[in-house]
């Protein structure tokens, strides 16, 4: 009789187990669909445009000195947003495949801040957005991948400029842990709803897809984010409302 219970526990075990595999495989595969679908989608856009803008000045446009120039520079636009998606794509497949060793060294948080916040500063300027450096002076040692805890801040402070407010700001700050140093990015743009946040990191999805695609933004940028900490066993938190502040934290080890 027990051997008989044991036998039908073991074979419940079995097809819940058999299930859930069937239910990851379907979720894997809708999300292949979903993510080949958003690459075509967004590769189309820059090449249509490239097709237009380049078979209008075949047609006779390039010998209009009115019409040549700028058709030539948005052909150059939409090939520089082509590069920016190969190139984003390209990192989260070496992100993913493991192929992007970890090189940790140890350096200075706070100078790091301070030279990825001067690489915004024309952006900013043009803006009016004000960009506030942590109030902190004395260094901050840390033990991580420089490069790319770079990308990280920079794909995370790019997102505050392009969602911020005129005469808005973007803030970082650092707040001590025990092993930990926490770093927050700050904005008062546009806010992000509740229900948008647990789907922030996906690829390709965007808050604002309209303005995201004007600002030149690929879509991959916080998913790109959010492999670099993984890859770093580190966690990233993020914390709005609509119209309202944004703030990104994230965790780095400090240098022991």
Avoid: C
């Avoid at 894997?28 to 445009?49: D, Q």
């Avoid at 390039?62 to 948005?74: F, G």
């Avoid at 690829?203 to 984010?225: C, N, Q």
């Amino acid at each position: 009789m027990k051997s008989s219970k044991k036998k039908k526990k073991k074979i419940y075990i079995i097809k819940q187990i058999k299930q859930q595999q069937i239910e990851a495989l379907k979720r894997a595969a809708k999300y292949r669909r979903e993510f080949l679908g958003n690459v075509s989608h967004e590769l189309k856009t820059p090449i249509f445009n490239i097709q237009g803008y380049v078979h209008t000045l075949l047609d006779g446009a390039i010998h209009d000195p009115l019409v040549n120039k700028k058709y030539l520079h948005r052909t150059s636009k939409s090939i520089d947003r082509l590069i920016a998606i190969i190139d984003d794509l390209d990192a989260l497949a070496r992100l993913e495949s493991d192929e992007l060793k970890l090189e940790k060294t140890s350096w200075d948080v706070l100078e790091l801040i301070k030279e990825v916040f001067e690489s915004f500063e024309v952006k900013s300027v043009k803006k009016k957005i004000e960009l506030i450096l942590p109030k902190k002076k004395k260094p901050i040692m840390v033990l991580a991948d420089r490069d790319q805890i770079s990308q990280v801040l920079y794909n995370l402070i790019s997102n505050g400029i392009k969602y911020g407010k005129e005469s808005g700001y973007v803030k970082a700050t650092v707040e001590h842990e025990e092993e930990h140093i926490m770093i927050n990015v700050k904005d008062n743009g546009i806010g992000i709803d509740e229900k948008n946040i647990p789907r922030l990191f996906e690829r390709f999805y965007r808050v604002d897809k309209g303005r995201s695609r004007e600002e030149g933004g690929t879509g991959l940028g916080l998913a790109i984010v959010k492999h670099i900490l993984e890859n770093h066993n580190e966690k990233i938190i993020v914390n709005s409302k609509k119209n309202s502040e944004t703030k990104f934290s994230f965790s780095i080890k400090k240098e022991q």
